[in-house]
């Protein structure tokens, strides 16, 4: 039997900001109360692996309230002593008690949010006051110590600011107050579901390669997710994780406040009874993970778009995120809608390790330099004889594999 390793665990959908684009806007379910958790534990707990981690999501978690999490916590490590709490939150309660929790209950496992656009999160409306609060907050996290991740998003219209979030984190992380940042495409979900993709997957991809040029030039003590899982993937270091695991399903679940069990917090964003794997106390978690629609999930594993399974960069990519290849329309065993991101930035990033562009980033993360040329050119090599194929733009090995890059120019997506 799997386990479950990862919990979204999503306790209301009420929040303090009223962003435009949020994808899990509020339904009307009630809060949960202590004793509503006592109860979700007790219902997940045989199917929990031993160190599975809850991601408290939302809505706006803080909402709760910090002695909420101080109990459940309590309760949850009593029953299950490796349980580990993680939080993602708009940060605009942080205060003094909060401060205590992150250190006794998230052990610094936060993540929050932030547009350097400053157009569509809102308080009452009021962009400016979300803004206000945020720094405000935000100065408050860093001086108490604590390294958050804070999550961009970014529209065709937004991304050049991507380079003003890395300036930020740089600047800041040269003072010593360090973040990681991460730099995700806004995607169609919740108040903005119909409204098809916000930026192209040839812009996305083409920032996240000038990010991974000056990240692997500056060598910053910050960490730019994708780019940092994506280089971890590449050299070995990263197994299956999301969004690049094809066995997603059964490993993590989505947990609504009704207690409805989806896939994960992304498949939930849908409320798509087609991607409903059941309720968690009207059905059992057993009955839910091994529903019609869990069963479908888990073949994506095997169910391969035909050009993912020709393709040089399947290894690391595994195929991309079948969520996100719903979203746009292609299903569950549909192509991966950013594909083309991801094809470019794999290419960047063997690329760089084999002409010894990334030697200083690989020292940074502990790797042997000429060991990992080897592998990465090794890799390749053998895909290509092999047959796998670049599909856009094959890895320019200068030096290294000299006649690799005229082996197997650019075919079509299929
Ligand atoms: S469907 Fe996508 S977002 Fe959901 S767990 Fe799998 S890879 Fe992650
Ligand atoms: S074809 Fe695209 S989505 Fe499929 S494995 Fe390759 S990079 Fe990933």
Redo the contacts with the bound molecule.
């Keep these: 039997m799997r386990t479950i390793s990862t919990v979204i665990i999503k306790p209301t959908k009420g929040c303090n900001a009223d962003c435009s684009y949020c994808c899990a806007p509020p339904d009307g379910a009630k809060k949960w109360s202590i004793a509503d958790f006592r109860r979700v534990f007790d219902a997940l707990e045989s199917r929990l692996h031993p160190n599975a981690t809850l991601i408290w999501h939302g809505g706006e978690p803080m909402l709760l309230g910090a002695a909420f999490y101080k109990e459940a916590h309590t309760y949850a490590t009593s029953r299950h002593p490796g349980v580990r709490f993680s939080m993602q939150s708009n940060m605009l309660a942080y205060n003094d008690r909060w401060n205590e929790l992150f250190k006794e209950v998230f052990n610094g496992s936060v993540s929050t949010s932030w547009d350097p656009d400053e157009l569509c999160r809102s308080v009452n409306g009021r962009t400016d006051v979300y803004g206000r609060v945020y720094r405000d907050k935000m100065k408050k996290i860093l001086s108490d110590g604590w390294r958050p991740k804070v999550i961009s998003t970014f529209t065709e219209d937004t991304i050049h600011l991507a380079h003003n979030v890395y300036d930020q984190a740089l600047t800041e992380s040269r003072l010593g107050r360090v973040y990681d940042i991460r730099i995700n495409y806004r995607y169609p979900a919740g108040r903005v579901s119909l409204t098809g993709p916000a930026i192209e997957p040839s812009t996305y991809g083409r920032m996240l390669i000038e990010l991974y040029d000056r990240w692997i030039s500056d060598t910053p003590d910050f960490l730019i997710t994708p780019l940092d899982q994506m280089f971890l993937k590449v050299t070995g270091r990263e197994m299956a994780r999301c969004p690049w695991a094809k066995g997603c399903t059964g490993s993590i679940i989505g947990l609504e406040p009704n207690y409805d069990i989806y896939n994960c917090g992304e498949f939930a964003d849908l409320a798509d009874p087609e991607f409903r794997f059941g309720n968690l106390f009207d059905d059992g978690i057993e009955a839910c993970m091994t529903s019609t629609a869990a069963r479908k999930l888990t073949l994506r594993r095997i169910r ?2 035909k ?2 399974q020709s ?1 040089i ?2 290894t690391e ?4 995120c079948m969520r996100d290849a719903v979203i746009f329309d292609r299903g569950i065993y549909g ?2 809608f950013y ?2 991101s ?2 470019d930035v ?1 290419s960047r990033i063997k690329e760089s390790i084999i002409t010894g562009e990334a030697d200083t980033a690989l020292k940074k993360f502990g790797h042997d330099v000429d060991e990992m040329k080897d592998i990465v050119g090794n890799h390749l090599r053998s895909g290509l004889a092999s047959g796998l194929t670049h ?1 856009r733009r094959p890895v320019l090995t200068s030096g290294y594999i000299p006649s690799f890059a005229t082996l197997h120019g650019p075919v079509d997506l299929v």
Excluded: L, R, T, V
């Excluded at 990519?317 to 991309?320: A, H, I, Q, Y």
């Design positions: 391969q778009p050009s993912c393709c960069h399947f990519c595994e195929g991309g192509k991966f594909c083309e991801w094809q794999f599909m």
